[in-house]
C-alpha cells in the first residue's frame, strides 16, 4: 500500500493502536503463544469481545475494528498537510490496515521476537532483552530495549523490504527524530535489525550491527565503572 506510512503516522498519533483502542495485543498474544496465525486471530477475537463488553460497546470484534478503521479515514481526510498533498486513501484501505495490524502485524511481531530476539540475539549478547511498553513502541519506535543500571539500549526489528518500501524516506526522518529522543532520555542509542526470511528461517540482515550492540554494551559498562 502506497500510503501506509501515513496510516501508520495518524494511527500512532490519534491513538487507534493503543491498549485503550485495540487491546493490550501484545500481552494476548504472549498469553496465547499461537502455533498459527488462526488460532491467534480466534484468540484475539474472544479477548476483544470481553473487551468490548466490559466497555458496553454494542459491536462485535469485526464490527469494532471496521469502525476504527472509518475513523482513520476520517482523521486522514481532516489532515489539512495530506489534502495539500492529495492522498488518496479510501475507508476500505483504513479498515484492512488496522486489520493486518492488529492480526497480521502482531504475529509477525511474535513470530520475530520468538526466532531473532530470543532464539539468537539474546543467545549471542548473553544479556536478557526485554520487550518496550505500549508506550515506548509509540513514542521512541523502539520494539525492545536491554537495561544497564541506568541506561537503555533500544532495538528496533524491521524487515528489509522496509528500506525500499514507499514512504521510507519519511519514515526514517521520523524514526531518526524519536531515536534520538530516546538517546537523551536513556542515555544510549538505538539500534535497527533488519530481518528477512531466507530458506523458512528469519534472519538477520545487518549481523555487524550485533558487533555495534556488544561495544555499546561494554561502553556503558564501562562508563558505570568509572563513575
Not at 531473532?116 to 509509540?138: A, C
Amino acid at each position: 500500500m502506497d500510503n501506509e506510512w501515513i496510516l501508520n503516522i495518524v494511527t500512532n498519533r490519534e491513538g487507534l493502536n493503543q491498549k485503550s483502542s485495540v487491546g493490550p495485543v501484545s500481552y494476548w498474544i504472549r498469553s496465547c503463544n499461537p502455533k498459527n496465525i488462526k488460532e491467534w486471530e480466534e484468540y484475539y477475537f474472544e479477548k476483544l469481545a470481553g473487551m468490548l463488553k466490559q466497555k458496553g460497546l454494542n459491536y462485535s470484534p469485526s464490527e469494532y475494528l471496521e469502525v476504527l478503521g472509518q475513523t482513520l479515514h476520517t482523521k486522514i481526510k481532516e489532515d489539512i498537510n495530506f489534502n495539500k498533498e492529495n492522498v488518496k486513501i479510501i475507508e476500505a484501505d483504513c479498515i484492512k490496515y488496522i486489520r493486518k495490524l492488529v492480526i497480521n502485524r502482531t504475529y509477525d511481531g511474535f513470530k520475530t521476537e520468538k526466532e531473532i530476539i530470543y532464539d539468537q540475539l539474546q543467545r549471542i549478547l548473553k544479556m536478557p532483552i526485554k520487550p518496550t511498553s505500549d508506550k515506548w513502541d509509540r513514542q521512541y519506535n523502539v520494539d525492545f530495549f536491554i537495561e544497564i543500571n541506568t541506561r537503555c539500549i533500544g532495538l528496533q526489528i524491521k524487515p528489509i523490504t522496509f528500506k525500499n518500501a514507499p514512504g521510507a524516506k519519511k519514515w526514517e526522518e521520523m524514526l531518526r527524530k524519536t531515536h534520538r529522543q530516546f538517546q537523551l532520555d536513556y542515555g544510549s542509542k538505538v539500534f535497527t535489525i533488519f530481518t528477512q526470511n531466507l530458506h523458512n528461517e528469519r534472519v538477520i540482515v545487518n549481523r555487524d550491527i550485533i558487533k555495534d550492540i556488544q561495544r555499546e554494551i561494554a561502553r556503558l559498562k564501562e562508563f558505570d565503572l568509572n563513575l
